[in-house]
């Protein structure tokens, strides 16, 4: 077997291809349902709920992360995530 070629990888666009970053936006986010993020502590765990009916719908999910602050800790980072306890179902509604 001979050597594989060189150059770039065909089964990868270059990242200058107009590629998206990893991640949710917000506008598929609320297409979901959640209109707000559920924010973890990286450090002490403090557990909060952030809206972003405010918040443009091209802004990724996770790039709130990094910008959060922890009003317990004060450490800055975060795991950040829809709030998906908002799809629970009414009383009385059934789930889809």
Same mark, same amino acid.
């Given at each position: ?39 973890? #502590? +990286?450090? &002490? $765990? /403090? =557990? ?5 009916? %405010? !918040? ?5 999910? @996770? ?6 602050? #922890? +009003?317990? &800790? $004060? /450490? =800055? ?5 829809? %709030? !998906? ?5 009414? @009383? ?5």
């Amino acid at each position: 077997m001979g050597k594989p070629p060189k150059g770039p990888d065909k089964k990868r666009p270059a990242p200058s291809a107009g590629i998206r970053p990893e991640g949710m936006s917000l506008g598929n986010m609320r297409g979901l349902g959640p209109r707000s993020l559920d924010v973890i #502590c +990286t450090a &002490c $765990g /403090h =557990r909060t709920i952030f809206n972003v009916d %405010d !918040w443009p719908d091209e802004v990724l999910v @996770p790039s709130f992360g990094p910008r959060m602050r #922890c +009003t317990k &800790c $004060g /450490h =800055r980072g975060a795991y950040v995530r829809p %709030d !998906w306890t908002q799809l629970r179902a009414a @009383p009385g509604k059934p789930r889809r």
